[in-house]
């Protein structure tokens, strides 16, 4: 048995935040069917790198496990036919800008009517209310607004864009999968469904946890490298001499202690527990001018038998071959139609009495197929 068995979920979403939310749930064994129009343009299906079929691989991977119907929410009949399957079905996502599913008939309401149990989430930028909820945006925009990139910066340097997608995945998905799951545990003591409204804004702002805490006690703003976690302390990242990085971490007196020796800068041991950004700085400096003597592997060696919170700055392919990961099981094989077997990014959420289930990677729509 898996841990979604049973669990039928309609997907109307294309790109990255419901996909991804939707390959989650097939992975822990729900039942997905994913709507794809056979003439609106999902960007991420075409993303390179692209197969000898078409499909790129991150369409591969986002759409895994789940099957397909071709299906222009347009066109005459498409929403009876939605109408006729919704019964079956328990979860819908949709990621449509406010009022467009009303509009092709297939809103919360108008579902819920022909399914009371229906739990219907919602991803849009804004939320479905508010002065925002029908203007375009995306990732960077919403963290934009959440005031994130502004304090993550560096100090006369602008912002720079995230190689991994925060407000869509941290935001969208993962608070939409929270969402989601909550109203079908509801569901098993009231027999009702629910309404998920998730705003990827709000949810990247909910992330300012630490950092807007302490804006609305004190009223003060947080500039960059301004505290102990944005860079204002040595909490960092520190080039080797051949110019790549470590990730320095040793906030704690027992790890701080041990960096110190490594490194050769006992001296300053205790000198680094203060406020003094004067002193902060200095000792800063002084651990790059040490770090930055020897070359990337040579301190990665060192390190790797030093339990002191201190770690390389690795790069994607790196990150894919390091023992932990794969030791964890981060990297799948994924059955093609064919019978060859593609390499993924796995399931992250491990139970103790269930693994993953990994039944396929995403397919191409043959051409001409209909409904």
Not at 27 to 34: E, N, R
Not at 108 to 120: A, Q
Not at 297 to 313: G, H, K, L, N, Y
């Amino acid at each position: 048995m898996t841990m979604l068995q049973g669990v039928k979920v309609l997907d109307f979403t294309t790109l990255l935040p419901g996909p991804f939310a939707t390959q989650t749930l097939a992975d822990l064994g729900a039942d997905v069917l994913q709507i794809v129009s056979p003439t609106r343009h999902d960007l991420v299906r075409t993303l390179s790198p692209v197969d000898e079929e078409g499909m790129s691989a991150a369409g591969r991977q986002l759409h895994r496990s789940k099957e397909v119907l071709p299906l222009d929410l347009k066109e005459g009949g498409a929403k009876e036919r939605i109408y006729e399957l919704i019964e079956q079905y328990d979860i819908i996502f949709e990621q449509f800008r406010p009022g467009v599913m009303a509009r092709l008939g297939l809103d919360y309401e108008t579902l819920h009517k022909i399914n009371p149990r229906i739990i219907y989430c919602s991803i849009t930028g804004y939320g479905q209310t508010g002065p925002y909820r029908d203007r375009a945006g995306h990732d960077l925009n919403y963290l934009s607004i959440a005031g994130i990139p502004n304090y993550s910066r560096r100090k006369g340097e602008r912002p720079s864009p995230l190689g991994v997608q925060l407000a869509d995945l941290a935001g969208g998905s993962l608070y939409s999968l929270v969402g989601v799951l909550a109203a079908l545990y509801k569901r098993t003591q009231t027999g009702e469904g629910e309404y998920v409204d998730i705003s990827m804004t709000d949810a990247s702002f909910s992330l300012n946890v630490l950092f807007g805490s302490s804006v609305l006690a004190t009223g003060e703003d947080v500039e960059p490298e301004s505290n102990l976690l944005n860079g204002g302390d040595f909490y960092d990242y520190y080039e080797t001499s051949d110019g790549r990085y470590l990730s320095v971490g040793s906030l704690e007196p027992p790890f701080r202690k041990k960096l110190c020796e490594i490194v050769g800068l006992e001296e300053w041991y205790e000198r680094t527990f203060t406020e003094d950004e004067m002193v902060l700085h200095a000792f800063k400096e002084a651990l790059q001018e040490r770090l930055k003597t020897r070359d990337f592997a040579s301190w990665c060696a060192v390190f790797e038998e030093a339990d002191c919170c201190v770690e390389p700055v690795l790069t994607l392919k790196e990150a894919m071959n390091h023992p932990q990961l794969r030791a964890r099981g981060m990297i799948v094989g994924v059955p093609k139609e064919d019978g060859t077997v593609v390499q993924q990014i796995g399931q992250p959420i491990q139970f103790q009495n269930y693994l993953p289930t990994y039944r396929h990677v995403g397919r191409i729509i043959p051409k001409g197929e209909t409904t």
